[in-house]
């Protein structure tokens, strides 16, 4: 049969992940997420970065004024990533030292969260795409002031051909196979799915 | 008038239905439909598969595992349909077993529902469009851990060309003419529509 | 301590259950609750009656009407029930025959549900109140117009003194031990709560 | 069986209704109702006056300022009805005609709805209250800026020994039984109940 | 500068207006608007056919099974438009007579509202657009189950080149201009937009 | 008619302004309400405090830490005020200054808002209540996590006889007539209640 | 990496904005924001035009009618700005003076915000979608009945080309860069934006 | 001034904390909030119980069975509390060696939080008042199927006299002071609060 669609998967061989703007004042703009879920999926995202070993970048917007410094458990997971303090440029990829760091990652799939998710976020998203990238916007660990901007910037970065998952969608495309390494994978799962974990609880107890 | 959009109707005689994934573990993952409302969908979907007599694929997803066994009442539903239990591939269409079978039904027209959307769900479907063949996932018998989720799995499916419908809407498709069989249609509806079993109960009460 | 509160448990030796105008016109009004939780709800608590033995009494307001027969799963439920097809009494409490079958039952306490809230059931509730019961009204398992008329009614009936409580509290009140009958009550539950099936399922695949 | 309850019921020959403030200006700063929900339901209470030919009281404050005249149907419905057009007092209560035209009525019940909820609803109804009258409001018929601030205004009333009602109830416990007037009920609920009227549709085109 | 999109106005020269299973029996599905709410924009959009004078066609699924009649406004509002009693076909595009009377219109944008949304009006409008029509569905007039299923038909019908509208968006594209009749445009928004009427009453009580 | 009931009545001649803790830190746990709604609420109520002369004191905790200043706008309202940044009594009524304060004005109303809901303005409310006042809180002036919150914080000062009010309320329960000042009353409503402007705006275009 | 995507960015100079009847009647209509918020995000947008010196145009329809004046607001802001009150026309750019206003902008990109947005603001959007122009439309400084109404419109307009923005996006897209006036940007933002304004009280009380 | 009110104020040398069945198999029932957000308000409220070193006491029901283990988080933080695993009793007071443990602490305030809220939570809540405690139910580390079945526990408790708080509200009502221990509280507020540890984030970057 033929076909008009082409599944641009992400490969943890092709993906890099791009951090933008998670700073603790900018975060307390944050209301189409109650805190505690978005810093667990902000979290969980890094988590993958990490798990996968995909190459990650992280940046800030003007990190000395109100905005705020990084969170820090993103520096403390992340010690060795290219870390570009942009001073002025409210659109990372207008800041060369940032898109120098993605193209140094070699990588064609960039997945991008952030805060605010219509500006920090879909403003790399869209040039990425204008640059040739495939682009992966990850929702849930993109914040923004609510649901009616929320649904804005998810229209204008789908209609540039921006791919839309969450963290756990990006966990599974970029594990493939559970047997790839369960513990591993279960792991992640655990500390980030309070429900999955209890599942592990009840299953670990009728062992 | 010329057109430049062609209609694909859901047919009895060229449709499958793919039930993946839906797990007693996994379904209590599940938090964007009430579970009293998910069960109900799941089920009604799986009474059309049946009622059509579409060739349906039941598959699991490490059933071994927290994910849990497929729910019993699919299994009762289906007792001779190809059980494809992965052993740990995420995706439904990585699994050989699972694409021979489909291959197999020599149908083109693929109905999809499962835990969770945005991957059990969207990564068979986005891989099932790629093959060339017409996905149309089942909204309301798939089910997510929130509707930020959901409605991000519905862009990225429907950017793919897969067509998003309801359990009814599929039925009322396949089913094209009350004709066809009054009793038989109006049996599903009065099993999965309480207010269309109340309507029956109204009517005949009057008979 | 001294203590000011007396705690009025529910005991099935001294409760009746009062279901009111569940019928199949009337439900179709019910936009508080999705119908397939209504029906769920009204079933499970129709199914406590039956499990507890508790004197259960139906009754109709105007059913020969636009109103509608009482849906048929509850006569079947109760072939032998003091049926009341009250000719136009808008409150249940108004109809002598339905006020006898309540004195009948030598019950206290009345476990009371039915469509809609705020008239078929706040009504009788308040008069049982006046006549000195006590009143426990299943929220989950009465149904209204929408939530404001819904917490409109809920208000006047607590300032009476009625107890609200959802089905499965009245279950669990009812029970009092698990060890009474595991099976019995497990079974209620795995039937009328789809999480509960699904941790039975999984629990029982790996005994 | 002892009870410490008294069920204070509704009774057209003792009840009058209060129509306070639905004025065309006030009313675009209701956001807790849809337009068109709240005109019905106002509509429906008015129409209940009429119909249980209840002493019923119009009253406006500082109508020719931006609040603007009483909405035309009220008047239209009630041409006869004493119509205090308050210049100044916020609160009904402190508007001496205004409280002998209650007086004059010789009711003990109040029936009262009005826009805003919480101020010329609430404030005529705690004063009311210490004056001895029995009062109920009519949530449904009752308007303010949102959620919030109904509920803030339910629970202060509520305190006060308010009975809260909608629109509905007030009719069904006027009414206590069809019978006194099967198509005077009927044709009230199928003007202001749209699913009520479809039950009435269906049920005639089968007789 | 050039352009690549084409703006497809609706014109009351060239639209004609469909009512799908607008039935008393059907309505009582619709569970994603208020009754109330529905009823006002149902009647809304039928004024505006007749009001703009276009060719309307009223059609019925199955009216004397349990879907009940039309509801009655509509027939009385278009004594002498075409009326198709469907006694099978679901997708009333596979009606010969329904097609035939939408082909004699002549006219090549075809309005279109019913119930439920994602058969009864997706269907003939995906039917519609492959022959080559201009559809525009009117949302707010158009019912189903839940919010689910609207989104899940609203994006079929959107990738089909289905234009989404609510019937105020049709009533002001087809008007163009208030000086084309400003009392009749005022008269039939004052009929169906409360608020509108309130902003009437306080502009007319300072003429 | 013998009463059981006293309304207690704000009378800006017994009430004082009790503002706590509405810092620059505090505000972002905010989500109960809109950013910008909220901040409208509180100056609408600090503004009544102004207009009313009411007695008004501001309070803050801990605000050399993260808590951050009282924000600018309310001591610009009020220089004069008693200003007492409490070093770390996280019940303003366990300060003594505060009581003090509190005291001093003689007032036996107290007016309270603040940030959080359940333990800046319930406790203080709590022990003013123990103390022998007459407690009004201002619930949309009053701001805490979210609605579970908001709701819980209610149920318990409800229970010990606090008024809840909104800040609309309030300044209506104060001011007793129009006729008081006319261009006051209607100048604070226009600066806080956008919908009330705009009838303002309306209302002088056609005199 | 070829790129399929263009990514059209808003600039200072090449952007106008078009405020489309925010008028003192027709915001009553408004119910998809509420009116604090859209007050705020109304003028946050207007303040954008001021600052990056946009040319802006006023229009307005039938404001000698119910639909009232412009908010005197916008006015003020813009004393000089073209301003076109249409007499008639409901899309904008049907009249000749507003589509003069626009051409002598000598601007491409149309920023474009109205009440109500499926028609005074997707008309004229369309019909400069048509016309050749870019179009950015400010979803939350454009109100409209209700929810469903507005994604109506929003898909519509979507599936024209329209780029939808929010008005802190159109800000930061047409800003670049903080360097370029910190202040100036920081100002607008503390205006606009409770929490960010808390953010810098926070920041400056530790300098 | 007299006063009619009593506040019962929590007190760390007087309250104890009892955690009810919080197990792996029933918290996969509890959709009233997110799962992300149930863990942290419960592992919160335990926080408190250990940094106050209140007498907590750990139950499970039936934990054998499909209810599943007690989460292993609470065994972790009170590996020497009571731990009451009860075979049957569905109230927890009903269990003498739960009662006696009770007792044994000689604590008059008991701080209840469990799985599900009108049963695990409610009926040992409900027989401690009846016991002449002082009950305090933190309704945010609470859990049940959904809003209707919370609200209608809140209002039991509440008619009960038990105190319904959140888990922040208990924190700072036991800490009284900030300067008991700074440090202390905030950490427990920087772990469990996300917004309040980034202000203390952003707080420290400017020290």
């Not at 390494?181 to 980030?192: A, R, V």
Request: proline fraction near 5%; aromatic fraction near 12%; hydrophobic fraction near 40%.
């Amino acid at each position: 049969m033929n076909s008009t669609f082409k599944y641009t998967r992400l490969s943890k061989d092709d993906a890099a992940c791009l951090l933008v703007d998670h700073q603790s004042g900018l975060i307390s703009l944050v209301q189409d997420f109650s805190p505690g879920e978005f810093k667990n999926n902000v979290l969980a995202l890094a988590a993958c970065g990490k798990y996968f070993k995909l190459p990650t970048i992280l940046t800030t917007s003007f990190e000395n004024g109100p905005n705020g410094p990084l969170v820090p458990e993103l520096k403390e997971l992340f010690p060795d990533a290219p870390y570009i303090a942009r001073p002025g440029n409210i659109n990372a990829w207008d800041n060369e030292e940032f898109v120098k760091a993605v193209e140094q990652t070699g990588r064609k799939q960039l997945i991008i969260a952030g805060v605010v998710t219509e500006v920090c976020v879909a403003f790399p998203a869209l040039s990425a795409r204008e640059a040739g990238y495939d682009v992966f916007v990850v929702t849930d660990a993109s914040g923004t002031f609510n649901e009616v901007t929320r649904h804005t910037a998810w229209a204008r970065m789908a209609a540039a051909g921006v791919q839309l998952m969450n963290w756990f969608g990006v966990a599974c495309e970029l594990h493939r196979d559970w047997r790839n390494d369960i513990e591993g994978l279960g792991e992640l799962f655990s500390t980030y799915i309070p429900n999955y974990r209890n599942l592990i609880t009840s299953y670990m107890a009728r062992q």
